[in-house]
Nanobody, 117 residues
Framework: QVQLVESGGGLVQAGGSLRLSCVASGSISSINVMGWYRQAPGKQRELVASITRGGSTNYADSVKGRFTISRGNIKNTVYLQMNSLKPEDTGVFYC???????????WGRGTQVTVSS
């Protein structure tokens, strides 16, 4: 199992930037993919961005060109740099880890991002 702790959320005006961080602990050598989901009020959780152990990235169309996912030098850390934020980016951002051979995804507790217009 992997434990995930997010940080970096907050309140920002439209057009501003935030950087989210996620630190994994536990069975980190088994992690294949890490990334971020977002859940807006009253909506389902949706994938924002992901990065594989090899460094391949994937983004939701709504954030391409604005968000950048990266991994730290210590491979148990993942970042999400969010620029040109919009009010529709508001939601709880959850870090996740997908482990080789696991039957379920590990989740963090989430960090709130609020973008005011």
């Amino acid at each position: 199992q992997v434990q995930l702790v997010e940080s970096g959320g907050g309140l920002v005006q439209a057009g501003g930037s935030l950087r989210l961080s996620c630190v994994a602990s536990g069975s980190i050598s088994s992690i294949n993919v890490m990334g971020w989901y977002r859940q807006a009020p009253g909506k389902q959780r949706e994938l924002v961005a992901s990065i594989t152990r090899g460094g391949s990235t994937n983004y939701a169309d709504s954030v391409k060109g604005r968000f950048t996912i990266s991994r730290g030098n210590i491979k148990n850390t993942v970042y999400l740099q969010m620029n040109s934020l919009k009010p529709e980016d508001t939601g709880v951002f959850y870090c996740y880890a997908d482990r080789w051979g696991a039957t379920m995804i590990d989740w963090g507790r989430g960090t709130q991002v609020t973008v005011s217009s």
